[in-house]
C-alpha cells in the first residue's frame, strides 16, 4: 500500500509515511485507497482476540512490514493494558453502549496507538534504512504528551520531547507528563493556548533550515501527533473490534449498521471510525461531539471552518482545540482528493482564518457526519443522569459526548440503530470535574477528588495516578512559542 498527501507530491510507502509523519508540504498522510474488508473476513475476525484483529487491520495498510512481527508487536502493546481486554464493552442501555478505551497505561484513549507506535516506527526507520536518531516532537493538549511518553521512555535511538499549553492541560495531565521517568524524554511548557502549541510544533516540521540544522546534529524529525498515520491506523482497529463484539454477544446482526458517538478535539478518533466505514464497516452515521468550541459542530452544519471565534477553556481540556487537524483528512477525500484545492484551503485557513467547502461536499460529509456539542452545564447533567440512572461514571469527555447522543435519540425517537459512545479517559484523569458532576462536591485538590471520587463511585482507583503524589517533578520549563526550536537544538546537542 503506497500514501500520498493531502498536498499533492510524491507517493510514499507506510514506513515514510510514519516516519515522516507530515509530508514536506505539509499535507498528511492518506493511504492511495482504502483497503476493503469483506464479509468473510469479518465473520473469520469474530473469533479473534483484540491484537489479532488489530494485526488483520493494521497489516491492510503496513504491507511492507512483516505480519508475525505485526502481531507480536501488538500483542506486546496490548498486553500493557489492565483487565485483558484493551477495548471492552459495557452496556449502558437497550442499544447503548460505551466503548472504554482508557484501560492503558496512561488512562487515556492515545495508548491504544501509542503503546505501538514506537514499535512502528522503529520498525519503519530500519524498513527506509534510516540511520540517524529519530527526535520525536509532540504538541499536546494533555493526553496525547504523556501516552507518547510512556511509549517511548528509554527507547533506543530515539528522544521524545513534549511541548504542553502552560494554560491548557488539567492538573492530574501536567503532573503525568512533569514527572516522566527516562533517559530519553523532555517535557516543556509553551506559553499560550494549545493552538499557539500546535502552530509552533508544525512550523518546526515545515521549516527546511531546521531539518538542516537537525540533520548536521545527525537526527531526524518524526512526529507522534495524530497527523501521524501511525496513530491513526491503530485506532480503525478498535471500531472493528466493537462492532465485532457486538455481533459476538448477539447484541446485532452480523451486517447490520451501527452508529458511534465520538468526542473529537483534533478529529483522529473519528477519522478513524470514517475510515473503518471506508473499509467496509457496517457503520451508519458518526455523530461528531464537541465542547463550548464548536468549531466543528458549526463546519458540520454550514460547510464554513472559520477560526474568528473565542475560544473556550472547559473541563474537557483535550477538546479545546480550534484548528482541528485531521479534519483536512476528510476535506481531501470529499473533494474527490483534490489535493490542490485541498492545500489552497489550508492555506487560506492559515492566512485568513477560514475557508468553506462546496454544498455538494457539504452534502457529502453530512451523509456519514453530525456533529453537537455540550456546554459545561450540560455536559455535568448528562454524566450526572447516567450515574443516577444506572451508576456508571464517565470522564468530562465522555460527557460531552453522552450529552450528544442523548439530544441525539431525543430528536429520533423512532431510530433502532445500535449507539456505541467512545470514552476517552478514565474518570479519575480528572477527579475533581467529574466529582463535582456526580455529587455536586467541590474540592480544590485532585487528590482530594480521587479520595472523594473513589467513595461516591466505588470504582477502582488507577495506580499510575495514584503513584504522581510522590514522584518528584523532573520538567519546569515554560517559553514562548516562538522560542521552541532553541529548545529542540538545546535537547539534541
Ligand atoms: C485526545 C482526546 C480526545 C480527542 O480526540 P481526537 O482524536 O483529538 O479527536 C477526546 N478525549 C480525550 C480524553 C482525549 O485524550
Not at 469483506?38 to 491484537?51: A, I, K, N, Q
Not at 482507583?461 to 522560542?483: E, G, I, Q, W, Y
Amino acid at each position: 500500500m503506497k500514501f500520498i498527501s493531502t498536498r499533492g507530491g510524491e507517493k510514499v510507502s507506510a514506513a515514510q509515511a510514519i516516519v515522516a509523519g507530515l509530508s514536506a508540504n505539509g499535507g498528511l498522510y492518506v493511504p492511495e485507497k482504502f483497503p476493503a474488508v469483506p464479509r468473510e473476513e469479518l465473520e473469520e475476525m469474530l473469533g479473534m482476540s483484540y491484537p489479532e484483529r488489530a494485526a488483520k487491520v493494521l497489516g491492510k495498510y503496513l504491507s511492507e512490514y512483516d505480519s508475525k512481527e505485526l502481531l507480536k508487536a501488538c500483542e506486546d502493546a496490548y498486553s500493557r493494558f489492565e483487565g485483558g481486554d484493551p477495548a471492552p464493552l459495557v452496556r449502558l442501555d437497550d442499544g447503548v453502549y460505551m466503548l472504554e478505551l482508557w484501560h492503558g497505561p496512561t488512562c487515556a484513549f492515545k495508548d491504544m496507538a501509542l503503546t505501538l507506535l514506537p514499535w512502528l516506527l522503529r520498525k519503519g526507520c530500519d524498513i527506509c534504512g534510516v540511520k540517524e536518531q529519530i527526535l520525536v516532537l509532540v504538541a499536546t493538549s494533555g493526553d496525547t504528551g504523556k501516552a507518547a511518553l510512556e511509549g517511548f521512555k528509554d527507547a533506543d535511538g530515539v528522544k521524545i520531547m513534549v511541548f504542553y499549553p502552560s494554560d491548557g492541560v488539567s492538573k492530574m495531565q501536567k503532573l503525568q507528563m512533569c514527572t516522566q521517568e527516562g533517559k530519553n524524554v523532555n517535557v516543556v511548557a509553551v506559553k499560550g493556548n494549545f493552538d499557539d502549541c500546535q502552530t509552533a510544533v508544525k512550523e518546526i516540521f515545515a521549516d527546511g533550515n531546521y531539518a538542516a540544522q537537525l540533520k548536521e546534529r545527525n537526527t531526524v524529525l518524526s512526529s507522534a501527533n495524530s497527523i501521524n498515520f501511525g496513530r491513526l491506523a491503530p485506532q480503525i482497529a478498535y471500531y472493528f473490534s466493537a462492532y465485532l463484539d457486538l455481533v459476538s454477544s448477539e447484541q446485532i446482526e452480523m451486517g447490520e449498521e451501527i452508529d458511534f458517538t465520538v468526542p473529537t478535539g483534533n478529529f483522529g478518533n473519528i477519522l478513524a471510525a470514517y475510515y473503518a466505514k471506508q473499509m467496509g464497516l457496517p457503520v451508519r452515521r458518526l455523530h461528531c461531539a464537541s465542547n463550548s468550541n464548536k468549531i466543528l459542530t458549526d463546519f458540520l452544519a454550514t460547510g464554513v471552518y472559520d477560526l474568528h471565534r473565542e475560544f473556550y477553556k472547559t473541563t474537557s481540556p483535550s477538546m479545546d482545540i480550534l484548528v482541528s487537524s485531521n479534519l483536512e483528512r476528510l476535506v481531501f477525500e470529499v473533494s474527490g482528493r483534490n489535493a490542490k484545492l485541498t492545500a489552497s484551503r489550508m492555506e487560506d485557513l492559515k492566512k485568513n482564518g477560514k475557508y468553506a467547502i462546496s454544498a455538494d461536499e457539504l452534502e457529502k460529509i453530512q451523509q456519514t457526519f453530525d456533529g453537537g456539542y455540550a456546554d459545561e452545564e450540560s455536559s455535568v447533567e448528562a454524566m450526572y443522569d447516567v450515574f443516577i440512572d444506572v451508576g456508571y461514571t464517565m470522564d468530562t469527555h465522555t460527557g460531552c459526548a453522552m450529552k450528544v447522543a442523548v439530544d441525539w435519540f431525543e430528536k429520533h425517537k423512532k431510530d433502532e440503530t445500535n449507539m456505541v459512545i467512545v470514552s476517552t479517559a478514565n474518570p479519575y484523569k480528572f477527579p475533581q470535574d467529574v466529582l463535582y458532576a456526580v455529587t455536586g462536591n467541590d474540592v480544590k485538590d485532585s487528590f482530594k477528588g480521587i479520595k472523594r471520587l473513589h467513595a461516591a463511585t466505588a470504582m477502582a482507583v488507577p495506580k499510575c495516578l495514584l503513584n504522581l503524589r510522590d514522584k518528584p517533578l523532573r520538567f519546569t520549563k515554560s517559553v514562548d512559542a516562538k522560542n521552541l526550536f532553541a529548545e529542540v537544538l538545546d535537547f539534541v546537542k
